[in-house]
């Protein structure tokens, strides 16, 4: 079977006072002509990306780029052509956006984004825009410990943490969803969101944000076991993994090990341009998982990463 053809393109994530979006809507005859999308366009021949941001920005919507940071790269396939898009935080800009090609254009917020159809490409650009830079994974506790487990997810949500996994495998059921609500609680208190490691009909009862397969699990699966309204996230190690994650339709990844790992010290790690091999077919946002912390994030970003995943090393100390 002949290759797609590859088209690079490049788009740009504004934001106004109100903290909304801003979004274009493809014009009649066009490929996906209705739906809406982040502004920007084809890179030409050896443009770099950079480059052809700044130049689609100014042609598309008359703004002048001032400093963009990457977010996201995702490669998808349509029936006719392989679309690689590199998507850019843009920080700061000249001038005020307005269509220049007679297009239609919108603020909006990313509650009204979920209901507005967008091409599959930019699908993975809305959750990486709902994900925080940091994932909170749970230490492991005894069962009579639940009270430590709760005042560290407390502790972890007054420091800023939006996204957390509440994981213990081995406690009794009862037990793991008594505390799993009272995490719950912490987390809506905190504007966190929660999810639950394995046990997607747990995340249903309770009403969690979502829930993280590991992958031995998320191997037996052949669709998605839960709703497109939660997260459905799944830990990988190679392109099989990934590749599976895919088609299962989850939300993000965490991709490990990044780094050596004191908890699995015969696990081959990764390393930083390996990661960024396999982030780059990823397709979904990628939290960077093993041997990392908060001063490996801005390394993570530059790689592709959505951020770092870590339980020790985001793990509050007690007061």
């Not at 077919?281 to 592709?304: H, K």
Request: proline share 9%.
């Amino acid at each position: 079977m002949p290759s797609l053809p590859i088209v690079h393109v490049v788009a740009g994530v504004l934001r106004d006072a109100e903290d909304r979006i801003l979004l274009t809507q493809r014009p009649a005859g066009k490929h996906l002509a209705g739906f809406w999308e982040f502004p920007g366009g084809k890179s030409e021949p050896g443009e770099a990306p950079i480059d052809a941001l700044k130049r689609e920005l100014d042609e598309e919507i008359g703004i002048a780029v001032e400093s963009a940071q990457p977010l996201i790269s995702v490669a998808h396939d349509y029936e006719e052509k392989r679309v690689v898009l590199d998507v850019w935080s843009v920080d700061a800009y000249a001038g005020e956006p307005h269509p220049r090609e007679a297009q239609a254009m919108r603020w909006v917020t990313l509650e009204e984004m979920a209901d507005l159809p967008m091409p599959p490409a930019d699908l993975p650009v809305v959750a990486a825009l709902r994900l925080p830079d940091r994932y909170l994974i749970t230490p492991m506790f005894e069962p009579s410990e639940q009270g430590y487990l709760l005042e560290g997810i407390e502790r972890a949500c007054r420091a800023g943490i939006h996204l957390i996994q509440i994981r213990q495998p081995s406690w009794p059921r009862s037990t793991l969803l008594e505390a799993a609500r009272a995490a719950r609680e912490i987390c809506v208190r905190h504007g966190a969101q929660l999810l639950i490691h394995s046990d997607w009909e747990a995340m249903s009862e309770l009403g969690l944000d979502g829930v993280h397969l590991p992958a031995r699990i998320a191997a037996t699966l052949r669709t998605r076991p839960i709703g497109a309204r939660a997260w459905l996230a799944v830990s990988c190690h190679d392109a099989d993994e990934l590749a599976h994650a895919r088609r299962l339709g989850a939300d993000f990844v965490t991709l490990s090990p990044v780094a050596p790992t004191p908890s699995h010290p015969d696990a081959r790690a990764l390393g930083w341009p390996r990661f960024a091999e396999l982030t780059r077919e990823a397709a979904m946002p990628v939290f960077a998982l093993g041997g990392l912390g908060p001063s490996d994030i801005r390394a993570a970003r530059a790689y592709g990463a959505q951020g770092i995943g870590a339980i020790r090393e985001l793990w509050p100390a007690r007061d």
